[in-house]
């Protein structure tokens, strides 16, 4: 394996040069981390996006080119994606919703550059520990794969709902409501097993379910921009010393780096999973946080860099974990993957058990890759980070206008329907009152993504397995964690209302 990971090393660094001077894939690397870069930070675009554009131009690249600019593409996305969470609470994908929470809080404290910093050193750190886990994790991970079924990946969706007691904070009850509308409007749609439609009213956009982009963009972007417009003040009114930020945040990351490595370490069994993914992976990371780390049900949610930290540890590992199903056994482990899968045959390249044998070589070069790319990614944002973190400076009704634009034209992208322009503005105003009456938006968010994961895999299980799936030793082990997880929450919720009546009592 040594010597497969040391030719993987000369095939990027080595001939054909560019000019003699650049290696062809070390180039591609490079440009696919900036054009990765630049996807993030667009709000509604992400790497599913990149990648397809991508695709097409690898027809006439060399295997170690193609799979490089592939890599370097999808890699770095979930980095970039921080600079809209955190300047204007608009994620710039799906695995940048957890960082609004707590990273526009810190950008209207004037500490945006402190985020950055915390941000690019976790997701760096991310990076580099989901490439060592897919380096060392497939001989060892591919017989506890093949141990999971439906059954569990319907306990895992299951355990991921219960977080929301713990998302919820003091308002357990409220995150579990919010939560069960999110699974309602997540079966809007015709059934996948069934074919029959349901609360589709008689519009033929809706039977495709509702999509995601403009529901989370209308429960975070809308609010956020609605409530500073009419402050009609700048995103913060703190003076914002951008690169002293910095260093605090990198220091932040350092003094949490036990937080990092677990939820480093999270990100990559989700990615691991497949059908689980971007779209859960930072809010199971940013529950996790919330249950685990001191203080947090006071601070979270009101600028805590350890809210930003676990999101973003977890949601750059995820790419290392979605690769280990794709090479090892063909099953790609997200969307993104998915395409990576296509890159792969088109260089004639079949994925699977055969690839680990016969092109180890190859492997290894994802895991460089990813490696490079995650590297290239945060070194070239820390030298953005002064001139995007004074952003914050300027008047709110200056760019207002540019975001809500933004904002609008990635709903549109979802399905390139105004249908979607009416699930944004309904999910504005729903986010709106939400925000105002003190609700729980995340829990919704979360109830949608989760939605159909559920409803797929208990159909698969009752029907293979009738009701005997529910004595699976999986099942019942992630049932208890469950319960654990629910218990805490409304311990901690009942414990703070206790603390805070004597003092409202005074």
Wanted: some cysteine.
């Amino acid at each position: 394996m040594l010597d497969a990971a040391m030719i993987a090393l000369e095939n990027i660094f080595g001939c054909p040069c560019y000019l003699e001077v650049i290696p062809i894939p070390l180039a591609m690397l490079f440009a696919g981390v900036l054009f990765g870069l630049f996807l993030g930070a667009m709000p509604g675009l992400g790497g599913i996006v990149g990648l397809a554009i991508i695709l097409p131009f690898t027809y006439d690249m060399d295997t170690t080119s193609a799979l490089a600019i592939m890599i370097g593409v999808t890699a770095v996305v979930s980095t970039s994606d921080t600079i809209p969470a955190v300047l204007f609470g608009v994620p710039g994908t799906a695995s940048a919703q957890a960082t609004v929470m707590d990273g526009h809080p810190m950008a209207v404290k004037g500490e945006a550059g402190r985020a950055f910093g915390a941000a690019y050193m976790s997701s760096l750190i991310g990076g580099l520990v989901g490439a060592c886990l897919l380096a060392v994790s497939i001989p060892i991970l591919r017989p506890l794969v093949l141990m999971f079924g439906s059954p569990e990946f319907f306990m895992l969706g299951l355990l991921g709902i219960s977080m929301v007691a713990v998302l919820a904070g003091s308002a357990p009850i409220k995150g579990l409501v919010a939560g069960a509308i999110g699974l309602i409007v997540g079966t809007v749609g015709s059934d996948p097993q069934l074919g029959e439609l349901r609360y589709t009213f008689g519009h033929l956009y809706l039977w495709d379910r509702v999509p995601l982009v403009p529901v989370a963009l209308g429960l975070f972007a809308i609010p956020e921009m609605v409530d500073l417009v009419v402050k009609g003040t700048k995103i913060s009114n703190v003076p914002t010393k951008a690169m002293k930020g910095v260093a605090v945040g990198i220091r932040d990351a350092f003094d949490n780096w036990f937080l990092v490595l677990r939820c480093s370490a999270l990100g990559t069994w989700i990615g691991f999973i497949p059908g689980l993914g971007a779209s859960v992976v930072d809010w199971f990371a940013y529950g996790h946080a919330a249950q685990t780390v001191k203080g947090a049900r006071e601070t979270f949610g009101k600028g805590d860099v350890r809210g930003v930290i676990a999101p973003e540890s977890a949601n750059n590992a995820r790419e290392g974990g979605a690769l280990i199903p794709t090479v090892a056994f063909g099953i790609p482990g997200s969307s993104s993957m998915a395409l990576i899968l296509g890159g792969l045959m088109i260089q004639g390249i079949q994925p699977g058990p055969s690839m680990l044998k016969e092109h180890l070589d190859l492997t290894y070069t994802l895991v460089w890759s990813l490696a490079l790319s995650n590297i290239f990614g945060t070194v070239i944002l820390m030298f953005l980070t002064s001139q995007v973190a004074k952003l914050t400076q300027v008047r709110i009704n200056i760019i207002a206008p540019i975001i809500l634009a933004v904002v609008f034209l990635a709903a549109f992208q979802a399905t390139a329907a105004m249908g979607d322009l009416g699930i944004l503005m309904t999910a504005g105003v729903l986010g709106w009152l939400m925000k105002r009456f003190a609700w729980p938006r995340p829990p919704m968010v979360l109830g949608l993504v989760l939605a159909n994961i559920l409803e797929r895999n208990l159909w698969i299980s009752t029907n293979r397995y009738g009701l005997d799936w529910l004595l699976r030793p999986g099942v019942i082990a992630i049932f208890l964690l469950i319960i654990a997880s629910l218990a805490y929450g409304f311990y901690m919720a009942n414990k703070g209302g206790k603390q805070e009546a004597p003092a409202t009592k005074g």
